[in-house]
């Protein structure tokens, strides 16, 4: 796009009388509206995708978007770049409502320049997030360009490292949520990697540092795209995304009930719908009577445990593609958000793996930065064995969850409804952790661990000693059941406390809904420090 002053404009415009003034606004306006060129627009149409501007007013309100910074242009006089200064420099910036809730935005025009940064790009994006930050709202960022702009120079990486030092200083104060619509590479993946959440769109979003071109280059591995840094890698393997979208609609859909969960910041309380729940216990609640299977071996969907407790079972899972033996998401309780944290025994029997702590410590970090109470469903057997997942750091990365549950303010309750063996036991939203409640089920299984690697260890001696192999395995199911009769039960863990109550599973969202009463006046706080150091 040319500079918007032209012959033909001074020619039926006179900027000298009002009328003409306010004529030229209405066609610099105009300009900044269109300053993609149609056939930019339509190549964007044609590969599935919106754009800036239709994707702004697919989130939010009608009629309440208001851009800042519309008439902004480069200043860059390199390479020729001088000759194209469009307004809005290739990003549109402002604030608006979403459900009737303020909140701001930047929208990258992948039409103008590709949609790579340079400094005033980067400094409209700077401003709204500073904007947000100064009146608590959340930052929407809709990222869909090439990178740094190499015509700017060193100027596009500062700006770069601008808005990742506000990403961070707006952490845990706002909620920022990135779309990723098209292309994100290079420096330009480190601002949503430190927003909360990151939304991709299968078969359009594009996420890494660096390219398939350069990776064959280097190390000369073919791979590409989709493989490398698409919507299902970041969702599936390296969990750098938290949904993938069918489609754009689809993604800014899950934005905004992501939105409806969370407050505008973390001053706030989370927006609520209160309807008090009917307490008497149902044929529905009756269902979690019978979910827990005989043999301790058989998995079961702990999905059925997290919908019986939800309002109308309505759960926004996230991440739900990535380390699935872990459930984490977003529900309500009598109108109220909770976060939810679950061990999903249909997946590695819900053991804690590296990528499982990670996800869940993320999670619950989140939730107690904006004020969400934790509910913890536990049914885990112990941290995953394996050399991997030693020489990876589980130790190090489990710690993580250790870390998050501990430093958590927020109202934490923990149903325990069956296996809570050693560590794993303590790290799950334990009562030594400072969990608020912490309820059991009958068929609840607390202890160091289970019973046939107790016997093992236990009475080793006496099953050696026994030289008729029928009766060795007759002697060692004995000592398996007493074992199971003494330690594998709940009321252990109850007489000390640890468990605040032993429950019938179908009593669990009555017990849930009284707690989260009782702990809506709740206060906790933590010895003062500069910032705790998490292992990270």
């Known amino acids: 796009m040319s500079e918007p002053e032209n012959a033909q404009s001074d020619a039926t415009v006179d900027i ?20 993609g060129s149609a056939r930019a627009i339509e190549k964007q149409h044609a590969k599935g995708k919106l754009t800036a501007r239709e994707r702004v007013d697919l989130l939010m309100d009608e009629g309440s978007f208001v851009e800042l910074d519309e008439f902004a242009r480069h200043r860059s006089t390199n390479f020729g770049i001088e000759k194209n200064r469009p307004y809005g420099d290739g990003v549109v910036t402002g604030y608006g409502t979403v459900d009737g809730r303020p909140v701001c935005v930047y929208s990258q025009d992948f039409t103008i320049f590709g949609g790579s940064l340079g400094e005033v790009y980067g400094e409209k994006i700077v401003k ?7 009146t608590g709202c959340p930052v929407i960022g809709i990222n869909d360009g090439g990178g740094a702009r ?3 120079g060193v100027v596009a990486l500062g700006l770069f490292a601008e808005i990742f030092r506000r990403n961070v200083h707006a952490s845990g104060v706002v909620p920022q949520i990135s779309l990723i619509v098209g292309p994100c590479a290079g420096g330009a993946v480190y601002s949503p990697a430190i927003t909360d959440f990151t939304v991709m769109v299968d078969q359009t979003s594009h996420m890494f540092i660096t390219g398939p071109d350069v990776i064959k280059t280097v190390t000369g591995e073919d791979v590409g795209f989709e493989e490398l840094g698409g919507a299902r890698t970041h969702n599936t393997t390296s969990g750098v995304a938290h949904h993938m979208a069918g489609d754009e609609k689809d993604a800014i859909e899950y934005v905004k009930s992501l939105l409806s969960y969370l407050p505008s910041n973390n001053l706030s309380e989370p927006p609520a719908f209160p309807e008090e729940a009917d307490l008497e216990t149902t044929d529905e609640d009756r269902e979690l009577d019978t979910l827990i299977p005989d043999s301790a071996n058989q998995p079961y969907d702990m999905h059925t445990a997290i919908e019986h407790v939800l309002d109308d079972g309505e759960f926004l899972e996230t991440q739900a ?4 033996n872990i459930v984490t998401g977003f529900g309500r309780v009598e109108g109220f958000p909770v976060g939810i944290v679950a061990n999903q025994p249909m997946q590695f029997a819900g053991c804690l793996d590296i990528n499982a702590s990670e996800k869940a410590a993320r999670f619950v970090r989140t939730c107690d930065a904006f004020n969400v109470p934790v509910l913890t469903f536990v049914d885990v057997p112990g941290f995953l064995p394996g050399v991997d997942q030693e020489y990876g750091g589980i130790i190090r990365r489990g710690a993580k969850l250790i870390y998050a549950y501990a430093e958590a303010t927020v109202p934490l309750i923990t149903v325990i409804t069956r296996k809570a063996f050693g ?32 016997v093992n260890i236990l009475h080793r001696r006496t099953i050696a000693a026994v030289t008729d192999p029928d009766e060795a395995e007759s002697t060692r199911a004995e000592l398996i059941a007493d074992y199971e009769d003494t330690l594998l039960n709940p009321y252990i863990a109850a007489e000390r406390g640890y468990v605040d109550a032993v429950i019938m599973p179908s009593e669990t969202r009555a017990h849930i809904v009284k707690g989260l009463r009782q702990l809506r006046t709740k206060r906790e706080s933590l010895p003062p420090k500069k910032h705790g150091n998490i292992p990270l």
């Not at 000298?16 to 300053?35: F, N, P, V, Y």
């Not at 009562?431 to 661990?449: E, R, S, Y």
Request: charged share 20%; no cysteine.
């Open 16 to 35: 000298h009388t009002t009328a003409g003034k306010l004529a030229d606004l209405q066609r610099r306006i105009d300009e900044a509206t269109h300053a």
């Open 423 to 454: 560590g794993a036991y303590d790290v799950m939203g334990s009562k030594h952790l400072g969990a608020d409640l912490n309820l059991a089920w009958p068929t609840a299984q607390i202890a160091v661990m289970g019973a046939q690697g107790a």
């Open 321 to 324: 593609l990535f380390a699935p």
């Open 150 to 152: 190499i015509q700017e």
């Open 128 to 134: 709204v997030m500073d904007f947000a930050l100064k």
